[in-house]
């Protein structure tokens, strides 16, 4: 069992940045690839960013991201990080932190390829 807690959000105005942290519990951290989602209000969850195990040589972003925000992980701090630069308005949304098993297809983004999810962290751009 693994327990992810995301912190890190706030309010920000375009053009700025963030970074969120997810500290994750429990588990064998590096067998997790670690993926972060959003969803704003009245929308679906989407994908934003994954990170491969177990030392993230691969890494994959939703188009909207792309250039402006980076995945990393931590395996010693049992920790991934999303650096957001030039933030949008569009970028607000409740950000998750989820942990995929070994073995699955984390890299396609779907969130049901994926076990263990946060609380998640509120990130809000002003224009």
């Known amino acids: 069992q693994v327990q992810l807690v995301e912190s890190g959000g706030g309010l920000v105005q375009a053009g700025g940045s963030l970074r969120l942290s997810c500290a994750a519990s429990g588990g064998t951290f590096n067998r997790y690839a670690m993926g972060w989602f959003r969803q704003a209000p009245g929308k679906e969850r989407e994908f934003v960013t994954a990170?491969?195990?177990?030392?993230?040589?691969?890494?994959y972003y939703a188009d909207s991201v792309k250039g402006r925000f980076t995945i990393s992980r931590d395996n010693v701090k049992k920790t991934v990080y999303l650096q957001m630069n030039s933030l949008r308005p569009e970028d607000t949304a409740v950000y998750y932190c989820?942990?995929?098993?070994?073995?699955?297809?984390?890299?396609?983004?779907?969130?049901?390829?994926?076990?263990?999810w946060g609380q998640g962290t509120q990130v809000t751009v002003s224009s």
């Open positions: 990170i491969s195990w177990p030392f993230g040589a691969n890494t």
């Open positions: 989820a942990a995929a098993p070994s073995g699955t297809h984390y890299y396609t983004g779907r969130p049901d390829e994926y076990d263990y």
